[in-house]
């Protein structure tokens, strides 16, 4: 089968580290496949090191009009068997009506849980045959758009399991961080952006830290709120508790090293990076919001609170905290459950049976 996939998001985020993932485990089962991505992306780079065919063209946004033209004239010389566009900023609306054009079916990845107005939810999907939803969270929230449920399939993002099974560098984690053996270390990865809900986490930490001398928090991210975030933690006298590291590809060669993953997002569509703290064994804290139930085992693999209840993120910041043996269970019960339900195989099959269904 011949696939041309379309992601146009600039940074190295989830959704496009699921791209390759797919487009990888694909080409193992002997598929054809072309990315169509912005020169100098994130996903550029990480493709072409892995050998992936790519094609460059530059998308401004869901009116660059130009780009869909290019893209129409690739699927022309190309004629694959199924376009699959993978993001918003273009790739979907534009990548469907070049599709549309050529007369070749095309899906789309839907990976956000935000409401849209019901117009332009119908202009923006009516091109594809599918709407792939990453969670049940957010084929709700296509259908409360009106999108018809028959045109809508949840496939669950996936996670690389095996690339969490080694030990983590402990000494180079405490030097570069500076967390001394004893410490309690609980890290927080996202967009600094208000739907993450780091300020909350913020307020949870400043309680936290008068009860545990030993306790520290990692934030990494950028984003709009960088030095807004920065202000509140210094005002809640945080300073020697909380670390911004900023934003950094090499998080998951020591996610495991933490004792607690925290994510108080307020909308997620899934949270991949909660999967991740799972398959590296590590219990999960976060809202009981958007994807957050299916990627989380509330009570089993982490704890899922109110949103915005800083009281109850708290609290169970605090339960784990104190049991190291709670903190065990929940870990190896994640992992164990990232490798049997959020395999990139069961991910990949599930695509498979979907392309060829078209």
């Known amino acids: 089968m011949k ?3 379309v992601e146009t998001g600039r940074h190295f985020l989830g959704g496009p580290q699921q791209v390759v993932y797919l487009i990888n485990a694909l080409r193992e089962r002997g598929h054809d496949n072309t990315l169509v991505c912005p020169p100098d992306s994130g996903i550029d780079g990480v493709a072409r090191q892995a050998g992936i065919r790519v094609h ?8 660059d009009f130009s780009f869909a033209y290019r893209l129409f004239q690739l699927l022309k010389e190309q004629a694959p068997d199924i376009v699959h566009c993978h993001s918003r900023r273009g790739a979907d609306f534009l990548g469907g009506l070049a599709a549309s054009y050529a007369d070749i079916p095309a899906v789309v990845s ?5 409401t849209e107005i019901h117009l332009l939810a119908t202009l923006r999907y009516k091109p594809f045959k ?3 939803a990453i969670s049940e969270a957010i084929a709700s929230v296509l259908r409360e758009n009106h999108v018809e449920a028959e045109r809508i399939a949840v496939i669950r993002s996936a996670v690389d399991a095996a690339a969490f099974v080694r030990e983590p560098d402990y000494e180079l984690f405490r030097s570069e961080f500076g967390i001394d053996e004893g410490m309690i270390a609980v890290a927080a990865a996202g967009q600094l952006i208000p739907r993450k809900g780091h300020r909350y986490l913020l307020q949870a930490a400043a309680a936290l830290k008068e009860r545990y001398l030993n306790f520290r928090l990692v934030i990494f991210g950028d984003g709009y709120l960088n030095n807004q975030l920065r202000t509140q933690a210094a005002s809640l006298g945080l300073d020697s508790v909380v670390q ?6 090499d998080l998951d060669d020591f996610v495991g090293c933490f004792d607690l993953f925290a994510h108080p997002a307020l909308t997620e569509g899934l949270g991949v990076v909660a999967l991740k703290a799972a398959a590296a064994g590590v219990p999960v804290v976060g809202f009981d919001a958007g994807g957050m139930p299916e990627a989380v085992d509330n009570g089993k693999t ?16 605090a339960t784990l905290i104190d049991s190291e043996p709670l903190r065990r269970e929940f870990g190896e019960a994640g992992r164990a459950r990232m490798k049997s339900e959020f395999s990139i195989a069961a991910m990949t099959d599930k695509h498979l049976e979907l392309y060829e269904s078209l």
């Open 3 to 5: 696939i041309l996939h």
């Open 56 to 63: 460059n063209f530059f998308c401004a946004g869901d009116l």
């Open 110 to 114: 839907r990976r956000v849980d935000n």
């Open 130 to 132: 599918k709407i792939i």
């Open 244 to 249: 911004f590291a900023g934003f950094r590809d």
């Open 302 to 317: 982490g704890v899922l609170v109110t949103p915005e209840s800083v009281d109850e993120l708290q609290a169970a910041i």
